[in-house]
């Protein structure tokens, strides 16, 4: 430490709160070698809220296993405010694909269970718990057992056991891919309000476009074959985050396009003159 | 509350009855019971057509009446309880050790690796062979009696605890990772409760299993107060109403173990709703 003006300088010239510098990573499947991650740039800031989109199987869930810690063996590095990630930690929680609650434990337990290492009091926990559950409105599910939950709401206490650590980064791996329609809305509204309010830095990976349009900052596209990034999206506020603007339809069908899905068809113009008849 | 129960039904909703209907007379209570009666009768029959020389098959009266004369003069119930506790002392040692080496195999790789496979040798050589070793090492007494049932109850409490531990799915052990639990963390609330549904198999097996090991052990080794004590002189006397007595009170207590663990089972793992 040379002080505080080095480390300022440091911190603004060189190192991102999360830095995936040039990534790659293979698994050896039946004796054949996949690429899983080929190369993968990206570096994401304080606050900031980045999307991945991509096809199945072009390595989204594997980066975010990367960037939690839970593998280590691989080319490049991954650092938080320039260290390496060598293990996980509680800065960084997940909510994985699937829920993966502990079915013996009741919902209150499982979202208990982050704060084991927290460090906190008994009440203060127990206090936390509460505050999560409501906010994934879960209240009067506190007792119950996850095998007594639609898929959706074990995965809005998924939600509640990530957000409880109160942590800098979440990592969300298509979270409300499980989810009906309405409550995905109200949930994508919900997650934008907590991640700005806790300033928290979140990645998140969905197959929704307009998911990833409406909550990110940018939007990383992937292609598979192997993982790579194909490109980086800025979503301006020019888009302004309103569903039928018709920046944001036009950001929703570039995004579509590079995924090889062929445009909607609808005219932004179009569909805004549809809407308002 | 209320919002549980009412999760619960909708799930019985789900799974409404396809199939006919079950029968009022031969309902859940009874049909388990059908067949010991059905044996008993047959007894009956044989002892009375003359089929069979009463000598070698008293009818089910006559040990009936051997059971009341026994109990009202108090010595197959002294008998009786000197086997419970004897079982219950050799249970309680045995599956502890049971589960404790079976936690630890469970959550060491490097354990696993040297005590796995004697222990799956171990599990090959037939219990009653341990009897002429553990008669020269403790003695045919209590203390050989003892060492003997905890070792029945041992092997089936040891190896379900480490199968369900090292069972335990990648997914949850990456969980507790993520979570950043220490080993203590990982085994209080995740690999323990993870496993311990196998663990209530293996303690499940280890009654039963200690139970047989507890008249066998009274058989074999030196005769001492307990139901194997009265079976020894059963034969001896060749009284054979004492003897079916003793069997029938074994199966009974037996069927007693099973039902107590069942429940215990079903209510402990509660979570287990589908
Ligand atoms: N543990 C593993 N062992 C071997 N191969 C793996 C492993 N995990 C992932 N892979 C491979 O890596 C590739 C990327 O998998 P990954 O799960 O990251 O895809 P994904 O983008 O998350 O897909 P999806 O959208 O379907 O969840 C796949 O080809 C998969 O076969
Ligand atoms: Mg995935």
């Known amino acids: 430490m040379t002080g505080p003006v080095a480390i300022s300088e440091q911190g603004r010239g060189q190192s991102h ?21 080929s190369h993968i740039r990206l570096a994401v800031d304080d606050g900031e809220f980045v999307s991945i989109v991509g096809a199945s199987g072009c ?26 990630v060598e293990r996980p ?38 206090e936390l718990v509460r505050d999560h559950l409501h906010l ?38 298509e979270p409300l891919g499980a989810l009906d329609a309405l409550t995905r809305l109200r949930l994508q509204d919900e997650l934008q309000r907590i991640v700005r309010h806790e300033g928290t830095t979140a990645v ?62 609808i005219d932004a113009d179009a569909e805004l003159a549809r809407r308002s008849a | 509350m209320s919002l549980i129960t009412i999760a619960g039904r909708e799930r019985l909703s789900h799974t409404a009855p396809i199939g006919p209907p079950p029968s009022p007379f031969l309902g859940r209570h009874l049909r388990p019971l059908a067949v010991p009666i059905a044996l008993l009768a047959i007894w009956e029959l044989l ?11 008293p009818p089910l009266e006559e040990v009936v009446a051997r059971g009341v004369a026994e109990f009202s003069r108090g010595g197959l119930a002294f008998n009786l309880l000197a086997s419970l506790e004897r079982d219950l ?100 609330i995740i690999a323990i409760p993870g496993a311990l549904p196998q663990i209530f198999t293996g303690l499940h097996s280890a009654l039963i299993y200690a139970w047989t090991a507890t008249v066998g052990a009274e058989l074999l080794l030196n005769i001492a107060p307990g139901i194997g004590g009265r079976m020894n002189e059963g034969q001896h006397l060749f009284h054979m109403d004492l003897l079916l007595l003793c069997i029938l009170l074994l199966g009974g207590v037996g069927v007693v173990f099973n039902v107590i663990a069942g429940s215990l089972e079903h209510r402990l793992l509660r979570w287990r709703i589908p």
């Not at chain 1, 209240?139 to 800098?168: C, E, H, N, W």
């Open chain 1, 17 to 37: 709160a999360l830095e995936i510098a040039d990534v790659s990573k293979r698994f050896s499947v039946a004796g054949r070698r996949v690429q899983a991650l």
């Open chain 1, 59 to 84: 390595g989204k869930s594997t980066l975010l296993r990367l960037v939690l810690g839970l593998d280590t063996d691989y080319d490049g590095d991954i650092r938080v405010d320039g260290h390496r």
């Open chain 1, 89 to 126: 930690g509680l800065d960084r929680s997940i909510v994985f694909q699937e829920h993966r609650l502990l079915p013996w434990l009741n919902v209150e337990a499982n979202v208990a269970a982050a704060l084991r290492q927290s460090g906190l009091g008994a009440a203060e926990r127990g």
């Open chain 1, 136 to 173: 994934v409105g879960l209240d009067q599910f506190a007792k119950a057992y996850p095998a007594q939950l639609s898929g959706g709401m074990a995965q809005r206490v998924a939600i509640a056991r990530a957000l409880v650590t109160k942590p800098r980064f979440l990592l969300l791996d």
């Open chain 1, 204 to 265: 998140l990976v969905t197959h929704d476009v307009d998911e990833a349009v409406y909550l990110g900052d940018r939007i990383v596209i992937m292609h598979p074959h192997p993982g790579r990034i194909a490109t980086i999206l800025p979503v301006t506020d020019a888009v302004s985050r309103d569903r039928s603007d018709p920046n944001f339809i036009r950001l929703r069908d570039e995004v579509l396009s590079w995924l090889g899905v062929s445009r909607t068809g």
């Open chain 2, 47 to 57: 002892a009375h057509a003359g089929v069979a020389d009463p000598r070698f098959l």
């Open chain 2, 89 to 188: 002392i050799g249970f309680v040692c045995g599956s502890v050790a049971g589960i404790a080496l079976g936690l630890a195999i469970g959550f060491s790789r490097l354990l696993e690796r040297l005590l796995g496979p004697v222990l799956l040798v171990h599990r090959q050589i037939a219990l009653f062979a341990w009897v002429p070793l553990i008669s020269m090492w403790f003695g045919g007494g209590e203390a050989g009696k003892v060492v003997f049932i905890a070792l029945a109850a041992f092997q089936p409490a040891l190896i379900n605890t480490w199968q369900g531990v090292s069972g335990i799915p990648r997914s949850y052990r990456e969980l507790a990772e993520v979570l950043t639990f220490g080993w203590f963390d990982f085994a209080r």
